[in-house]
C-alpha cells in the first residue's frame, strides 16, 4: 500500500479547488508524519508549496485541532515550529457483531493506547450497542486521559452488507435489527464522525495496515464468524463493487442439495462453514459445544469430531476460496474471525480445498494464511480507516 491510500470511496472532483487544497494539506501530514517537527520554511521547501499556502493550510490545522505549533528558532531567526498533533489525536475503531462489541483506540502512529471487547445480548437493538460502544469509549478515554475532543473520528464495522450509495446497512446482516441503519444515524448517536463498513472489508485493511502483510497490494480476507463475509484488496484499494456489497463469499454454493440458507438460496458456503454450524453440529454429549471457544479448546485437545466437522469446513471453505482466487489472482488469502485460533488446525483443510479446485499456478503463487489477530482485526482496520482518512485530511472536525 503507498503512503496515503485511503479506503474512502468517496472523491472529491480532481480539478476543483477543494480537491486541490486537500491534495495540499495531504502532502503536509505525510511530510510530517516522517520528518516529525519542521519549520513552517522548511515545510515549504519539502512540500513544494508556497510559504503563504503552507501558512493558510497550517493555520487551518491548527484551528481543527489537527496540528500544533510551538515558537523555535531557524538559521538564527525566530520560527514557528508545526507538528502532528500526536499522542494527543486518537482515532477509534469499533467493532459491532452479533454477540459482543469492540472499542479499540489509537494514534495517528498506529499506537495502540486502549482496547476493550464485552458480550452484548443476541438480537440487540442498534441503538443498544451504539449506547455501550458510547460508554465503553468514553471509559477507554478516560483511563488515557483524553476526552472526545481528541478523537478525529470513528471507523464502526458490522457484519453486513453497506450500500455505498446512501451509506446504509442492508439486508443480508446478520444483523437484522441494523438494517436501514445509516451512518447519519450512528454519527447523531456518538457525536462524532463516523466511517460505517462492513466488518470483512475492515479486517482486510487491518491486515495490509497493522499486520505481517502489510504492503501486500492484492489480498483476500475472509472473515469466519456467525455468517462469512470477505474483504477484497485489489492493487492496494477496498474493492466494493458496484453499489459496495463485494465479497459475500457466505453465500457462493457449495452443496446442490445441502440446507436452506438464510439468504433463500440452498447449499451456501455459511451453511457448511459458519461458526453458528458448527456449533450446531457439536452442541450435542459429549462435545457439547456452546461457542467457538469451546471449539477451539476442543480441537486443540484432539477431539475426533470436533476435528473432523472443523475438516469439513475447512476444505469447504477452500473451495470457495479458490472460485474467488481463480478469478481474482490475490497475492495472499488471509483466514479471520474467532476460528482464527484453531491455526494449522484450519488452515490446512482450506489448503487441501484450495488446491483441489484452484488452478495449478494460482495455488502455487498464492499464499494461504490465518490472521495473527484473531477477533481483534475488524476494529483494527476500523481504527485504520480513520488514520487513512486523517492523512488525506478528510474528517471535518
Given amino acids: 500500500m503507498t503512503p496515503g491510500t485511503t479506503f474512502s470511496r468517496r472523491s472529491a472532483n480532481p480539478g476543483s479547488q477543494a480537491a486541490l487544497r486537500k491534495l495540499n494539506q495531504q502532502r ?12 513552517q520554511a522548511e515545510l515549504s521547501r519539502q512540500t513544494g ?8 493550510i497550517v493555520k ?9 505549533t510551538a515558537p523555535t528558532t531557524s538559521s538564527g531567526r525566530r520560527a514557528l515550529s508545526v507538528s502532528l498533533s500526536g499522542d494527543d489525536t486518537i482515532a477509534a475503531g469499533i467493532d459491532i457483531g452479533r454477540s459482543h462489541v469492540r472499542v479499540v483506540l489509537c494514534t495517528i502512529d498506529h499506537k495502540v493506547v486502549a482496547e476493550r471487547w464485552q458480550p452484548l445480548p443476541l438480537g440487540h437493538e442498534a441503538d443498544f450497542a451504539l449506547e455501550v460502544a458510547s460508554g465503553i469509549l468514553d471509559e477507554l478515554l478516560g483511563t488515557c486521559g483524553r476526552s472526545r475532543s481528541a478523537v478525529i473520528g470513528v471507523g464502526l464495522g458490522v457484519p453486513g452488507p453497506i450500500d455505498s450509495r446512501s451509506h446504509t446497512v442492508i439486508d443480508g446482516t446478520i444483523l437484522p435489527q441494523w438494517v436501514g441503519i445509516t451512518v447519519d444515524e450512528i454519527q447523531d448517536r456518538l457525536k462524532l464522525p463516523v466511517r460505517l463498513e462492513n466488518d470483512a472489508n475492515l479486517g482486510a485493511i487491518a491486515e495490509i495496515t497493522w499486520g505481517p502483510h502489510k504492503g501486500v497490494d492484492n489480498l483476500i480476507f475472509v472473515k469466519v464468524g456467525t455468517g462469512i463475509g470477505s474483504g477484497l484488496i485489489l492493487d492496494g484499494e477496498i474493492f466494493g463493487g458496484n453499489v459496495g456489497i463485494s465479497g459475500e463469499i457466505g453465500h ?21 462453514a459458519s461458526t453458528a454450524i458448527l456449533i450446531e453440529l457439536l452442541s450435542r454429549e459429549p462435545q457439547n459445544v456452546r461457542s467457538t471457544a469451546d471449539i477451539v479448546r476442543l480441537a486443540e485437545e484432539g477431539d475426533k469430531a470436533t476435528l473432523r466437522v472443523v475438516d469439513d469446513a475447512g476444505q469447504a471453505l477452500g473451495r470457495a476460496l479458490a472460485a474467488i482466487a481463480n478469478l481474482l489472482n490475490p497475492r495472499m488469502v488471509v483466514i479471520g474471525g474467532p476460528l482464527a485460533g484453531l491455526g494449522n488446525r484450519m488452515l490446512e483443510p482450506v489448503r487441501t480445498g484450495f488446491m483441489r479446485y484452484s488452478s495449478p499456478v494460482v495455488f502455487d503463487t498464492t499464499e494461504l494464511a490465518v490472521s495473527s489477530f484473531t477477533d481483534r482485526a475488524e476494529a483494527l482496520g476500523a481504527a ?5 482518512e486523517f492523512e488525506a485530511v478528510g474528517f471535518d472536525t
Avoid at 28 to 39: C, E, F, K, N, P
Avoid at 254 to 259: M, N, W
Avoid at 384 to 388: D, G, K, R
Fill in 60 to 68: 487551518s490545522m491548527v484551528e481543527r485541532g489537527l496540528l500544533t
Fill in 49 to 56: 508549496l508556497s510559504t503563504a499556502t503552507v501558512s493558510n
Fill in 252 to 272: 457462493l454454493p457449495i452443496h446442490e442439495h445441502g440446507l436452506i440458507c438464510r439468504c433463500g438460496n440452498r447449499g451456501c458456503l455459511e451453511t457448511i
Fill in 28 to 39: 503536509i501530514v505525510h511530510t510530517l508524519l516522517q520528518a516529525g517537527s519542521l519549520t
Fill in 384 to 388: 485504520a480507516i480513520v488514520i487513512q
